[in-house]
């Protein structure tokens, strides 16, 4: 861990003695405060990772999701389909547990 010191000193005005400032992020430290490096290292574990697919097939369009690194040929996918008549009415429906390649044959409800 390192640490720096942020703050002004002493003197008239300047506020009293420095900051420390940590590249770490530990529960129950209240005496550091946590670098932005610290921070953002923290916030990016906290995203979710996932696959996104798009494809359009005249009359549909599919969005698909699945967990980071799956492979489309991988029965892990969540298929939303959004049916366009020609009058321009949209259905929307979704598959579970599917494959991408498979969207277009997929059971939709």
Sequence with gaps: MSFGAIGGGGGSGGGGGSGLVADAINDGTTTVAPSQNAVF?????KAVAHEVRHDFVSPNDYMGVAPAGSATSASVWTIT?????????????????????????????
Excluded: F, M, N, Q
């Design 41 to 45: 290292d923290a916030l990016a574990l």
């Design 81 to 109: 389909r959004l049916a366009i008549s020609p009058a321009g009415a949209t259905t929307v429906t979704h598959a579970t547990g599917v494959k991408w390649d498979d969207r277009l044959t997929a059971t939709y409800t």
